[in-house]
């Protein structure tokens, strides 16, 4: 069982920068894809990024356009990041943390672990 805490959230004014982490316990990481997420309410859960130890058609880390000029994923052993910068309103969000073994997903029912989430909220 792997238990992910995500830290990181809160409040930034737009064009400014914060840096999420989500912690895991229970398992070394090296073996799991991880993946953020976000949500609004009354939202589907949204695809950020993921990040694998694994290279993966070509890749260890995707993240979606919409926010790939700004958005950095990393990750070490036991840690992975996602670097947010040039923040926007449009951004705020619960993101959420998910781990997977082995094959990288953009799909949320594919992740079989999740953290409980951390506010992002960028004022208008």
């Known amino acids: 069982q792997v238990q992910l805490t995500e830290s990181g959230g809160g409040l930034v004014q737009a064009g400014g920068s914060l840096r999420l982490s989500c912690g895991a316990s229970?398992?070394?990481?090296?073996?799991?894809?991880m993946a953020w997420f976000r949500q609004t309410p009354g939202k589907a859960r949204e695809f950020v990024a993921w990040s694998s130890s694994f290279t993966y058609k070509g890749r260890q880390a995707f993240v979606v356009d919409s926010v790939k000029d700004r958005f950095t994923i990393s990750r070490d052993a036991n840690t992975v990041y996602l670097q947010m910068n040039a923040l926007k309103p449009e951004d705020t969000a619960v993101y959420y943390c998910?781990?997977?073994?082995?094959?990288?997903?953009?799909?949320?029912?594919?992740?079989?672990?999740w953290g409980q989430g951390t506010q992002v909220t960028v004022p208008s």
């Open positions: 998910a781990a997977r073994r082995f094959v990288p997903s953009q799909v949320e029912s594919e992740y079989d672990f």
């Open positions: 229970g398992h070394p990481l090296a073996a799991y894809v």
